[in-house]
């Protein structure tokens, strides 16, 4: 890893993409309906209860040290695109099996399961894109 070959602002679209990403997959027309159920929750139940600023505020910089994390692993010479996605899905493996071992454990179903870890491989899979590209 050479820290100088990070690129700074790819970081930050690649964090953002995590929002595009998971606005779309966790909308009503994606897995969004389903994950509300799985998760017995309701939408009224997360308006009223929710901290919007609390939870997009935390998400923001989650993406951000993923985002980072990442980059500081694809900062070699070598870096392509296609490399930085393989990375980021290797990566979106990693944390599918982290997801779903906790689940397991709060008894979650695995719909659940792959509904969270999906995002996460195509999130993390895109990040890669991303910073592979943007050298």
Request: glycine share 8%.
């Amino acid at each position: 890893m050479n820290p100088s070959l990070i690129n700074w602002p790819a970081v930050i679209v690649a964090a953002l993409s995590a929002f595009m990403v998971g606005g779309l997959w966790y909308s009503s027309f994606l897995f969004g309906n389903a994950w509300l159920t799985e998760s017995n929750l309701t939408k009224e139940h997360i308006k009223a209860a929710g901290n919007n600023a609390k939870i997009f505020g935390f998400t923001a910089l989650f993406a951000l040290i993923s985002s980072a994390n990442l980059a500081a692993f694809l900062a070699t010479p070598t870096t392509t695109t296609s490399w930085g996605a393989t990375a980021g899905f290797l990566a979106g493996i990693w944390t599918f099996a982290a997801i779903a071992t906790h689940s397991l454990f709060e008894l979650k179903s695995w719909r659940y399961i792959f509904i969270n870890g999906g995002y996460s491989i195509v999130s993390l899979t895109l990040m890669g894109t991303i910073l592979g590209c943007w050298r």
